[in-house]
């Protein structure tokens, strides 16, 4: 069954600090892979994607993950955080068959100043 | 400009009082989703569609109905809603199929839908 697993509910970081938010999946074939956030009030926002290719995928707003097929992972990465970036982070992985999307339960994030 | 919308944005209700959310979108896109999101639970999907006229359950079916008679319109229906039921709703829409997935496509989620059932 497919699984996406944010191991960090909560991840404080200072400004300027580089940032990584971990993903684990479980799914069978070769998995569609997307980080969206979420500000406080607000709808989904994407911020990358994976399908194929290079496991290097580089996103809005100075983001990027990277796509580890023996590690079942997918983590966002930023290299230096601005206090904008506080928000809610979710990964998830999709169907080529149905469209599903499987969300994990999220990563909160926190900037201090 | 392309988006979802959903109406009402915010909702108090009562038990057993049926209700309908409403979700049209303005892109064209043929795949319809709804989700419910609980804190610790990230977004959990309800139900789907393909097309017109086309809907299948997700995870978390149960106490919802939908229906899609018209491409751009994918209302939620909740027949006799329960407390339980109370979250927060999005509605997402994308093209279909996935190998319609290129670079430029994504899945565009409404701004939610705060129910809250008494």
């Known amino acids: 069954a497919q699984s996406v697993t944010q191991p960090d509910i909560h991840i404080t970081v200072s400004e300027g600090a580089s940032l990584e938010l971990r993903c684990n999946y479980s799914y069978g074939a070769t998995p569609y892979l997307f980080w969206y956030v979420q500000s406080p009030g607000q709808g989904l926002q994407l911020l990358l994607k994976?399908?194929?290719?290079?496991?290097l995928v580089q996103g809005i707003k100075g983001f990027e993950a990277e796509f580890k097929r023996s590690q079942s992972s997918f983590n966002l990465r930023k290299p230096s955080v601005h206090w904008s970036d506080a928000a809610e982070y979710f990964c998830a992985v999709g169907s080529s068959n149905t469209g599903k999307l499987i969300f994990g339960q999220g990563t909160t994030l926190q900037v201090k100043p | 400009e392309a988006q979802v919308t959903q109406n009402p944005r915010y909702l108090i209700t009562v038990t057993g009082k049926k209700l309908t959310v409403t979700c049209s979108q303005n892109m064209n896109h043929e795949y319809m989703s709804w989700y419910r999101q609980d804190p610790g639970l990230g977004l959990r999907q309800i139900y789907y569609s393909m097309n017109v006229e086309v809907t299948d359950k997700g995870d978390v079916p149960e106490g919802y109905k939908v229906s899609r008679k018209e491409k751009r319109n994918f209302p939620l229906i909740l027949e006799s809603p329960s407390p339980n039921q109370t979250s927060l709703y999005f509605c997402?829409?994308?093209?279909?199929?996935?190998?319609?997935?290129?670079?430029?496509?994504?899945?565009?989620f409404g701004p939610g839908t705060r129910l809250t059932v008494l």
């Open positions: 994976y399908f194929s290719g290079d496991t």
């Open positions: 997402a829409s994308s093209f279909w199929p996935p190998s319609a997935y290129t670079r430029e496509d994504t899945q565009y």
